[in-house]
């Protein structure tokens, strides 16, 4: 299976991509409103057009680049959309003592019905935290479930500010998840533990710097702590990105698939190629091309399949290739 475009400009800072699921792409300048649109090409002659879109997601952020709103539209037809409320401590360490103030209330509150929330928030309660409340304003839903939280994420944070625990709730505050994330002496993310509401892992991913060939290593493990995929971003000097490898393994570690990714100056795909497991020649190969806003940002990618015959190279023309349109609304 062929895998969907991984965005090929400067990496993220580490200890940000700890926060990837709150966090909007780090576009420059700041980006109010991201809308990205996977198209369905339509072939007029020898020329592919991007033709109608077949899936739409938009993303709404903040100026300090969390997420406000996410939505998905079937065509133009909104399908999902999701809003998110920050609170900051002294809100959250309300949400808290609203639960504390309930139990004394109630005569008939037992150590049974308490929720995973009131464990949290006693365990953590000489200790400072934060609070993001998601909300469904899907369509389908109607306007009750947009007034209340489908998920509660309690974040905790070290000395130095940086996320290192995300418990999620999920609406009748029972526990969901809990992420937990480490770094090094410098604060970048070293590695980051998603664990089910029993503590049993469900992945871990490691980050590690290798000096020498200026390359950053992203290593994915499963329940089992079976190495699952690794992915080696070579940089240039200026830190851009030069070269991505990304290699699937089996439950056995041994490798599925791999593909290789070659930037331009500007750290944007030019040319990818996939192989099966340990094959010398690439299966697949695939070149990119971009149309850009005055901004600096793509707003239309085109990724085509190359035909490989008799020793040349040749566009497979037959072949629709992948339209991806971006619309950027900027602060």
């Known amino acids: 299976m062929l895998r969907l475009f991984t965005v090929c400009l400067l990496l993220l800072p580490a200890a940000l991509r700890a926060q990837t699921d709150l966090r909007c792409p780090d576009f420059r300048p700041k980006a109010r409103t991201v809308t990205t649109s996977r198209m369905q090409p339509l072939r007029r002659g020898k020329v592919w057009l991007p033709g109608t879109a077949t899936s739409v997601t938009s993303v709404s952020c903040d100026m300090y680049g969390m997420k406000t709103e996410e939505a998905q539209y079937d065509g133009k037809n909104l399908v999902l959309k999701h809003s998110y409320v920050y609170k900051e401590k002294e809100d959250a360490r309300a949400v808290c003592d609203k639960l504390k103030s309930q139990e004394k209330l109630t005569s008939t509150f037992s150590e049974e019905a308490t929720s995973s929330l009131d464990e949290f928030c006693r365990r953590n309660k000489k200790k400072d935290y934060t609070a993001v409340f998601v909300y469904d304003a899907s369509p389908s839903q109607g306007a009750e479930s947009a007034r209340k939280p489908v998920r509660q994420i309690f974040r905790l ?175």
């Open 157 to 331: 944070f070290n000395a130095r500010g940086f996320v290192t625990e995300e418990h999620a709730f999920d609406p009748v505050m029972n526990l969901e998840s809990v992420s937990l994330y480490a770094y090094d002496k410098s604060n970048n993310l070293t590695e980051l533990t998603a664990n089910d509401s029993e503590g049993r892992q469900l992945k871990r991913e490691t980050y590690t710097w290798d000096k020498p060939t200026m390359s950053r290593i992203k290593s994915v493990y499963g329940e089992n702590n079976e190495l699952r995929a690794r992915t080696v971003y070579a940089q240039r000097e200026d830190g851009t990105l030069r070269r991505e490898l990304l290699t699937s393994y089996d439950s056995g570690e041994q490798p599925l698939t791999k593909t290789e990714i070659y930037c331009d100056a500007k750290g944007f795909p030019q040319t990818e190629l996939v192989y099966d497991a340990d094959a010398a020649e690439p299966r697949y190969e695939f070149t990119y091309e971009h149309k850009f806003d005055a901004k600096g940002n793509w707003t239309e990618q085109r990724k085509s399949r190359v035909i490989v015959y008799n020793g040349r190279r040749m566009a497979g023309s037959q072949y629709a290739p992948e339209v991806t349109l971006r619309d950027f609304m900027y602060y």
